[in-house]
């Protein structure tokens, strides 16, 4: 990455997880997620200025999402899925919208076995060396961002440990449909490994997101899973829309 490449990477905005995930699950439509003043009043800080201001940051990260995913998002609240879904699906949207926070992840902290520990001046060293500008703030910035969203949790005053994820192939099939086949369509698996929304989900090897896939097609959520003249892809079979009402109905 360039300098000028690092430079347009927008500054990222406060995780503000929590409170994002509630106004996800009581979202009613995209366009009320791009309102800052409707972020500003579902907030329940005392401080209006607070609110103010979170509810713009929140808005925000919003904003950068195109539209259908964000429309999907809200699908996915509406047809009350579990909690846990909608922040396993959020984390990989969160990773979209935050440029700098992702590339930490991808470089520093997906590489690395869950369970293993990090230090957290290493990751401060390679924020300062990566990101020169701001180094200070920014770094302070990503690391909330990387706790928040789930990736490491504290572990003593200098280290983290890296986190690991359960129980991610709905969650693998609802991204793959939201992010690349909103209509049925085939996707060559090339395509799915090159993009890191997998990596984002908690996935570490490609061949545990291959098992995923097997066991979507044996449950009928894909029409199949198969190597055709020598291309390796999965051919999808519903829309996003029905993808919601059969996994909610299994």
């Known amino acids: 990455m360039t300098t000028s490449q690092v430079q347009e990477i927008p500054f990222p ?8 995930i509630q106004i996800i699950a009581g979202a009613t439509s995209a366009d009320s997620l791009r309102e800052s003043k ?5 907030l329940h800080f005392n401080s209006l200025e607070t609110r103010k201001r979170y509810g713009r940051a929140i808005a925000t990260r919003f904003k950068r999402l195109d539209t259908p995913a964000l ?3 809200v699908d996915l609240a509406q047809a009350k899925f579990p909690i846990a879904t909608l922040e396993n699906i959020w984390r990989a949207l969160f990773c979209i919208t935050e440029s700098l926070v992702s590339k930490v992840y991808l470089d520093m902290i997906w590489p ?12 401060r060293s390679y924020i300062e060396s990566v990101f020169p ?5 920014l770094s302070r910035e990503v690391l909330a961002c ?6 490491l949790m504290s572990h003593g005053k200098q280290d983290f440990i890296i ?3 359960a129980n991610l192939e709905d969650s693998l099939i609802l991204a793959t449909h939201l992010l690349l086949a909103q209509t049925p369509r085939t996707i060559k698996i090339s395509e799915i490994e090159a993009n890191p929304y997998w990596k984002f989900l908690g996935y570490r090897k490609f061949d545990h997101v291959r098992i995923g896939f097997r066991s979507a097609e044996a449950r009928g959520l894909i029409m199949r899973y198969a190597t055709v003249d020598h291309l390796e892809q999965i051919t999808t079979n519903c829309s996003w829309k029905d993808l919601l009402g059969r996994l909610t109905a299994q």
């Open 146 to 151: 990387l706790r928040q969203v789930g990736y």
């Open 112 to 123: 690395r076995e869950p369970g293993s520990t990090i230090h957290r001046t290493d990751l």
């Open 38 to 42: 409707a972020m500003e009043n579902m």
């Open 133 to 137: 500008q701001n180094s200070e703030e």
């Open 71 to 73: 429309e999907g998002l």
């Open 13 to 20: 905005q406060k995780p503000l997880w929590e409170e994002t």
């Open 163 to 165: 986190v690991g994820f």
